[in-house]
């Protein structure tokens, strides 16, 4: 699976994005999709994912209530809205796509195979 990810940009504190993640290769609908981010000097850090068809997502609490991840399967894609974003928000987003995840597996990095390259997201105060 080759994921690629994009929707980044400059945004001011209170503003939304989405970002997209579309893949290509094997079949995209057997994969729990995930988001994570990674800001200068942090560790990275899990955003949200979700489920293959869909029917569970998950979210890190730092962006619960304002971001929303959901897929389109027949159009390969995942996609995060994210709203009343905040400066704290900056950093590069990847997406990930990992298979036969378990429950306590969603959140850490390290379980998930496949990484797209990352896109930058800046929000000014």
């Known amino acids: 699976v080759q994921l690629q990810a994009s929707g980044g940009g400059l945004v001011q504190a209170g503003d939304s994005l989405r970002l997209s993640c579309v893949a290509s290769g094997r079949t995209f609908s057997r994969y729990t999709v995930g988001w994570f981010r990674q800001a200068p000097g942090n560790v990275r850090e899990f955003v949200a994912t979700?489920?293959?068809?869909?029917?569970?997502?998950y979210y890190g609490d730092s962006v619960k209530g304002r971001f929303t991840i959901s897929r389109d399967n027949g159009e390969n894609t995942v996609y995060l809205q994210m709203n009343s974003l905040k400066p704290e928000d900056t950093a590069v987003y990847y997406c990930?796509?990992?298979?036969?995840?378990?429950?306590?597996?969603?959140?850490?990095?390290?379980?998930?195979?496949?990484w797209g390259q990352g896109t930058l997201v800046t929000v000014s105060s």
């Open positions: 990930a796509a990992g298979g036969g995840l378990i429950q306590s597996s969603l959140r850490i990095s390290d379980h998930y195979d496949y």
């Open positions: 979700i489920r293959a068809n869909g029917g569970h997502t």
